[in-house]
């Protein structure tokens, strides 16, 4: 925070009289339609009727009611479904049909969007996407191109491969589970076996049909294979609802000509095709499908093919596994070509789907893996197992792989941003390459996590491969990684307490400056230290960036010298140090503890979540709002990452704005809170320039430049903002100084594509809390207002009527007709 805040404080003060406003608003911002006075219904010069105005209200995260945003318990839904759908307070629903009612103050809707992010309980599988969910972010992270075409698309081809080795990394991980911990270890240990119901069937001890090796995995095998299928499943249910809502036709004169996005100041989502991912999902998911299966088949026929290799195997059984390893490999190759092909096109909508890759790859990879099961299963008198099932090297090269692709990610990076630097761009075009790290650590940490728990549980408590336990455990490089945890957790605690040093500096200063903003007032030292504290801590989101990058770093390095460890030693970091100075064999020893204890809760506390989540609607809506920041992009890079809502919403917003405007030919200001700033952007950007021009752009709260603009340069940089600024007939940007998520836009002054003036986007900071102490207007204290209800302020009010006194007049009567297509649905009371 800069030492001048008490001074943008102060220049934010508007209205000193403080009009009345009704607020249903609450902390998400979204409500409260403030009840205009006789100076917010927009008045226009030259003495004409101003005519009928809209304003479209969109909530930001966490969700909010109709009630709430329109400050009215009776409503009524005008237009969508439960999922998502516009609402008006009752008294409002026919205001087409009065115009005259309406000449003081515009006509309020609220779009209510909450339910694409959390709904029933089947959301809460959602949970398990959370690394799909972070490495997809990865796509839209990368910087503008600028004459650099080639480098975006190895960008992206970047991105999708380590987003498909996420996949083989999940189902790798319950195969470890599945094949080798219970089917090959435990079943095939008596000591392990004896007391487990659920595995006697499968001892060789018992000597049944199923007590062979090669169809006790045979019989596991198809728990992997049912996680692959659910994935499928999950993504295949999202693709229909999301992925196949299509945007309202436009011209083809208002289409950007370039097929790369980003290309020069024109921003890509303004392309037809952005929000329609229709083909490109289906193929990726067709892929990584196919993948999972892969995987599966691999598992089987590796531990297979590695007994008849031996001597006194069988020399038909040996040639079918090199034959299966052979067209599994050409498989896995074939795979990833798919991926690598193609990648979204957005010039257009594109209709088609892949029939042949869509239908045929799953399938075949699928037939592949029952030929593999029955291969495995194929008698093979004197197999025993023992040891780890063979593959255990698989984990490492997953995780060198994926650190290799990163590192190429980061170079491509570097040469894009050096191409087009971006203002404030965060970590200099790094930021995709950093969240890829956190996004592999995650799936780490998860499949880790599920193989500790596992091997503990099946082991009666002992330490796996340390204390004698019946079985030898999970691969080394697991338990490796799992022991990087703790120095992890040092690196972000250091990391943390140095920011906690810096807000508190910074706090220190604004102490002396923020009385300043409330002059004539008594100073109260508790109510000072209060305002500097919540503006201190709200510019801590301004030093995100370097905290995940750091993270990162110290992430991929630590993750680089386990699979270095495991390699070298092939022993777990306890028994490596054996031999050791003493303190390095004790730091081994208790990494190793600390980090199987850690990795096996955040596992347990994993599934609790999602189990809570299920039930409770409450704890589903939490998980809602984590989705709701990271969801809002398209699945370009992973199919089986959460839907992206922004599919639906955006399209609503335009119909609705495309199609008002043009019916009633009246003005339109749509009002977005915080992530509802975004979703309205991202609608304005898609309506077509004669629409275009009918609507003003109010954002509040808004993470714009904050926070997309930083992360996401290639499509909310300062090139595509003010291209926004130039096309929008006008637009208005409030923040406070005391807003963590919110900020200017910094957008200067510019001029429309007509030549006509735009002011600047950002109105100063507004004041907050609004009176320092107790007043006349104000007789109980002020409170501080953060992120939420902005509407309450009365700069809200003034700067709607700017607004809409700026947009042109209707050039023709009202349409005597109902608000939207018949079939209205009641809300409210």
Excluded at 150 to 175: D, E, M, N, P
Excluded at 715 to 724: E, I, K, Q, S, V
Aim: aromatic residues 8%; positive net charge; contains cysteine.
């Amino acid at each position: 925070m800069q030492p001048d805040t008490a001074a943008a404080i102060r220049s934010g003060r508007a209205d000193e009289g403080g009009r009345a406003v009704e607020s249903g608003g609450g902390p998400d911002g979204g409500g409260g339609t403030a009840r205009s006075g006789s100076d917010s219904g927009g008045g226009t010069g030259g003495g004409e009727a101003p005519g009928l105005a809209l304003e479209l209200l969109v909530h930001g995260v966490g969700g909010a009611t109709p009630e709430k945003m329109l400050g009215d318990p009776r409503t009524v839904r005008i237009t969508g479904d439960d999922t998502a759908g516009i609402h008006r307070r009752t008294d409002d629903w026919e205001a087409e049909r009065h115009p005259d009612r309406y000449r003081e103050r515009p006509v309020p809707e609220a779009y209510c969007w909450s339910n694409l992010t959390s709904g029933n309980g089947i959301r809460a599988l959602w949970l398990l996407l959370l690394p799909f969910m972070v490495v997809n972010l990865t796509h839209w992270m990368r910087p503008g191109t600028r004459g650099r075409c080639a480098t975006a698309r190895l960008y992206g081809v970047l991105v999708r491969l380590i987003a498909l080795s996420l996949t083989v990394l999940l189902v790798a991980a319950v195969c470890e589970v599945a094949l080798d911990l219970a089917a090959w270890q435990c079943a095939g240990a008596a000591g392990c076996a004896e007391g487990k119901s659920w595995l006697g069937f499968l001892s060789p001890r018992h000597g049944g049909w199923w007590s062979a090796p090669g169809r006790r995995l045979a019989l596991a095998a198809l728990v992997p294979t049912a996680l692959t299928v659910l994935l499928w499943w999950l993504s295949h249910r999202t693709w229909s609802a999301y992925e196949t809502q299509a945007p309202p036709a436009r011209p083809v004169a208002e289409d950007d000509p370039e097929d790369a996005p980003g290309a020069g100041d024109r921003p890509a989502l303004r392309l037809p095709g952005f929000w329609y991912g229709r083909r490109l999902v289906a193929r990726l998911r067709a892929a990584h499908t196919a993948a999972g299966f892969l995987t599966v088949a691999a598992a089987l026929a590796a531990a297979a093919s590695r007994h008849d290799r031996a001597p006194g195997g069988g020399t038909a059984l040996d040639a079918a596994g090199w034959a299966l390893l052979a067209v599994l490999t050409a498989a896995g190759a074939f795979v990833v070509w798919v991926v690598c092909r193609r990648g979204r096109s957005e010039s257009a909508p594109d209709d088609r789907v892949d029939r042949a890759v869509v239908r045929a790859l799953p399938g075949v990879a699928l037939g592949l893996l029952v030929l593999c099961a029955l291969y495995a299963a194929w008698s093979r008198p004197g197999w025993v197992s023992w040891g780890r099932l063979p593959g255990d090297e698989t984990f490492g090269l997953i995780g060198i792989a994926q650190g290799l692709l990163i590192v190429l990610l980061a170079a491509a990076a570097l040469v894009l941003h050096r191409a087009a630097p971006a203002g404030r761009t965060a970590l200099y075009g790094l930021g995709g390459p950093a969240v890829a790290v956190l996004g592999c650590a995650l799936g780490g940490v998860i499949s880790g996590g599920v193989a500790q728990r596992v091997a503990d549980w099946l082991d009666g408590g002992a330490t796996p491969g340390m204390d004698g336990g019946p079985i030898p455990g999970p691969p080394v490089v697991l338990t490796w990684q799992a022991s990087a945890i703790p120095p992890l957790l040092a690196v972000v605690v250091a990391l943390a307490g140095a920011t906690a040093v810096r807000a508190w500096r910074v706090r220190r200063r604004l102490i002396r400056t923020v009385p300043g903003a409330y002059p004539g007032e008594r100073p109260d030292t508790a109510r000072t230290r209060r305002i500097a504290g919540a503006i201190a801590r709200a510019g801590l989101t301004d030093r995100t960036p370097w905290f995940v990058g750091s993270t990162a770093l110290a992430t991929l390095v630590l993750g680089g010298l386990a699979v270095l460890g495991a390699w070298g030693t092939g022993d777990v970091p306890g028994q490596a140090a054996e031999e050791g100075p003493g303190p390095v064999a004790a730091a081994a020893q208790t990494s190793q503890a600390l980090g199987s204890w850690l990795i096996g809760f955040g596992f347990v506390l994993f599934v609790t979540w999602g189990r809570r989540a299920y039930r409770d609607a409450a704890a589903r809506r939490t998980i809602g709002i984590l989705w709701d920041v990271g969801t809002f992009w398209p699945r370009a890079a992973h199919p089986f990452a959460p839907p992206c809502y922004a599919e639906r919403a955006v399209p609503d917003l335009t119909w609705r704005m495309a199609t008002w405007t043009e019916r009633t030919g009246g003005r339109l200001v749509l009002s977005g809170h915080s992530q509802g700033s975004v979703l309205a952007a991202a609608a304005a950007w898609q309506l077509d320039h004669r629409t275009r021009r009918r609507v003003a752009l109010l954002t509040y709260g808004s993470p714009l430049e904050r926070l997309y603009g930083r992360w996401f340069p290639a499509y909310f940089g300062p090139g595509p903002l003010r291209a926004l600024h130039r096309e929008l007939n006008c637009w208005r940007n409030l923040h406070r100084a005391t807003d963590p998520i919110g900020g200017p836009v910094r957008v200067p002054a510019s001029e429309t594509a007509e030549g006509q003036p735009c002011p600047e986007v950002d109105r100063a900071a507004l004041r907050d809390p609004l009176a320092y102490g107790r007043t006349a207007e104000h007789p109980l204290p002020a409170p501080l207002l953060g992120h939420s209800e902005y509407q309450a302020d009365p700069a809200f009010e003034e700067e709607r009527a700017v607004l809409l006194a700026r947009l042109p007049v209707a050039s023709r009567a009202t349409s005597p007709t109902s608000p939207t297509t018949p079939g209205l649905s009641r809300g409210g009371t």
